[in-house]
């Protein structure tokens, strides 16, 4: 193999798993050290660079970082990266005068977002410092998108969602509420904006058309619609049953919402199996803990009316099994009927994009879609960019946010007449931690703690009330002890080979046996005969350049590598260093690179 | 030293032997060596042997001296037994302890001043013995403990770190052992695993007393230019006159070989030592003409390693003492020591 090249910020990065799975790139590992240190209000901004919104994702988030862990592969269980980062934004002191602001003398260019969600926020909190004027409209009396709309208060308390986006509102961002835009011609032939930024998400509930729909349309509602009707208090109870069809996370939200409205009896229908359910672990755990019933293999069949009421619903009851092409089919078995009052309907969102007229430059493809550069976020038309769940369909909170991030970038470009594809690179800043001979700037000592189980409100009191936040996020002690099982995966091994004088002493130190010194070979056969196998192809192999004393070379296998230094702390030459990686993640308005990074 | 202590995380595909343990399960504690000593590589050599024989951990027993060496059992194995003993003695406390129970396995470990100077009569009356154990010299060319004085391994014309030469020629460990009779007698280097750990485990098989040689450079005191006694002096000058296989009993044998180049010697309990010449005039199953050989090979400035002399191991110290085959610690205290009226009618004989 060639040696490896350590300067190309993205070899490193990689191995930082959980920034590396964060759409935004949250700067992980270094944002627990703080927490560890106290540092809360640090931590918080830390995290704020990235994701614009931690106390909201510190509850909310789809958590891609978790399942990316290096603790999955050492033992079960992720860091509790996500709950981590609600402790720094609940122990954060005041940030106001840490916050980015306006400056006072604007640049004179105006960009319109249409949709308050993360995704235009997040565009906003990039361009209002930048001198940008920028003006939201927004078909609903609040901001905030689907966050605010649909995610209950149970799990979102208004409280910290209001805060959150009240940061970025109150820089000065023009946000006109209870106005939908309904021509995008009429937008942009009002020539008033330099660019357009549509965050509208993807609104539309999916339907189920079987029969007895229309029949019992007073007692059906469509997921996403209803959660809105609750958060905005037109609706306020239901009938004792209910069933909620579909086994996704708005599936989830609907079926804990239903049992805090007075529902008795909630049953979740879903017409597979447990390993295909769409919702995260951690919410199907939390409804079943609130006493919310979940049945497989039932496939909806009809509503059934009697005299203008919804009676129940008839299901099929299925089994699946692999056809010879590989594809899940389904045979009936059976069927059942089941009593009901109330039915909620929560299968999925689809995009509707009615408001823009199909003559006007922006092409729309596959599903009848726009289409949307995958690196800059532009439409076929310049100057109108979309992202969030707008752009390729429903993501999440953090997704919408990174899309936020990358058009902000290509709509400063665009304004500045520089081409939206040129974009600066990541690049990184990597500094020795060594404090002195075997002392690092960060606790190396690996915990076998297990994760940190959530202190949750007491059941009667948090479904007696939907405002109640079911979790209660760690408290002091349990902080101290999750943030010591993070095994600073940014704290770099970085090898230097022309010092290394081949005593074996890192090799024999290693406690997961991840280096070897051995002849050179292909990736595949040096996989193969290093001291354990690296046989995780997601995780790279280093290679260092030929040794001084035998021309032999250095690999180390990223795989299970626990930072833990020892490597270092026993070799005599310091031919290994453990160095703090920091990416650097270009942001909207930076053009160059300060003097101690390393660019691609 | 490192502050910390290995952390308990393993790789899930990690191997593991007949017993169902892997390497870490024979670790001891975290070695407080400095950094890149060869004493913890030779220490993870017998790691490695221990586990590929499936040896039980606490039928060790791990004997030593005095000097950075000798501090080296601490490091492997935590559930053996142990005993540190007194500077160049650990020969004799081997010989007691294999007295008292022949069922143990014995390593000692040694280092050139340990066993060199204080304690080259002990090494000596080992060899004489025929104690059946495993013995480790770990050679670095200087006493390390106490700051990296020349020891009587130390070559002629070798330079001390603040350029001092040595002028006293070496006691050659090799040689002594071959001269005094030893069965099994190799050397090898602690920066070279794929031949130390197939000599470590035909020493620990060898049927009596094996001594080998391990050149293991003292990274702070003797690991500089001017040293012979360093890494990178010992890779240039390292000369393996014959290759060791060591075959456990369980698997079978897949390397093919050249006619004539091999030599295969069975170990009691089945398992053999494959020796595969490198230099065709040299025979290690013949003790003076291997001695002969190696001191040419010594005049040319080279240091030849490998498994250099092996035979039947012959009579041990338990032969010697004609012991009962049943170790004697387990022997109940009426049977070790009858009472005056048996010692009488013993002694009758002599009046
Ligand atoms: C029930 C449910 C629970 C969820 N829970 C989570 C969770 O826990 N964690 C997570 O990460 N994600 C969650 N999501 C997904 C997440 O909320 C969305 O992915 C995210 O909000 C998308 O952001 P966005 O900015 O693209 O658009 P949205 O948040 O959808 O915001 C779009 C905004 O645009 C407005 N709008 C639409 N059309 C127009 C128009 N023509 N003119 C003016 N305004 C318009 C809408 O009123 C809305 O305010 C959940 C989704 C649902 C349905
Ligand atoms: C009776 C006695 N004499 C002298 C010493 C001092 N002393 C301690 S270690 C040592 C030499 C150790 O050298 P070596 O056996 O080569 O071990 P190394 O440290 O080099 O591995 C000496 C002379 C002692 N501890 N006890
Ligand atoms: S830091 Fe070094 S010793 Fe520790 S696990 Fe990683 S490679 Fe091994
Ligand atoms: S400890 Fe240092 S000098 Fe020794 S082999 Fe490892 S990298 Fe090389
Ligand atoms: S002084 Fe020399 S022999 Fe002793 S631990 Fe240090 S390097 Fe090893
Ligand atoms: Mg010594």
Redesign the interface.
Known sequence: MQPTDTRDPQYYHKVVDCQWACPAHTNVPEYIRLIAEGRYTESYMLNRESNVFPGILGRTCDRPCEPACRRV???DDPVAICRLKRVAADLRDDVQHLLPTAPPVKNGKKVALVGSGPASLTVANDLVPLGYECTIFEALPKAGGLMRTNIPAFRLPVRVLEEEIDYVLDMGVDIRYDHRIDSMKELLDSEEFDAVFVGTGAPKGKELNIPGRAEAADNIHIGIEWLEAIHFGHIDSVGERVLVIGVGNTAMDCCRSAKRLGGKDIKVMARKTRPYFKASPWELEDAEDEQVEILVNHSPQAFVVEDGRLLGMIFDLVEWHENEKGRLVSTKLDETFIHCDDVVLAIGQDNAFPWIERDIGIEFGEWDMPVVDRATFMTTREGVFVGGDAAWGPENIIWAVEHGHQAAISIHNHCNDIPVTDRLPYGMTLVSTKMGI??WRYS???N?ANRTPMRYEELERRLADIQVEAELGYDIPQTAREVERCLNCDIQTDFTAKLC?????C???C????LTITENGTEEELRDRLM??A?NLEQAIFVSEDLP??RRVMVKDED?C?H?G?CA?????AAWDMMQFDLINPHAGQHTWSPAATSA | ???????????????TNGLGLT??DYEGSM?TL?????H??V??ALIQAFWELDVEPHRVAKLSGIGCSSKTPTYFIKEAHGFNSVHGRMPSIAAGANAANRDLLYVGISGDGDSLSIGLGQFCHAIRRNVNMLYVLENNGVYGLTKGQFSASADIGSKSKKGEVNRQGPIDPVSVALTLGATFVARSF??D?QQLVPILEAGLEHDGFAFVDVIS?C??FN?HVGSTKS??YT?THMHEVVQTDFVPIRSEIRTEYAEGTVREVKMHDGSSVRLRKVDDDYDPTDRHAAIEYLGSVADQGEIATGLLYLAEAGEDLHRFSATVDQPLVSLGYEELCPGSEVLREVQKEWW
């Open positions: 592969r050492v033992e075997h002392e190396n000592d690996y076998p004088i081949e005593c074996d002493a090799i024999d130190i406690p997961v046996h991840c354990a196998p046989d004393q035998t299970v626990v833990c020892l702390e026993r070799c005599p030459t | 030293m490192s502050y910390i202590t290995k952390p308990v995380a393993r790789h899930k595909g990690d191997r390497t870490r070695s400095c950094a890149g000593c060869g913890d590589s220490t993870a602690s920066g695993k450079p990274v702070t690991d890494y990178a890779r």
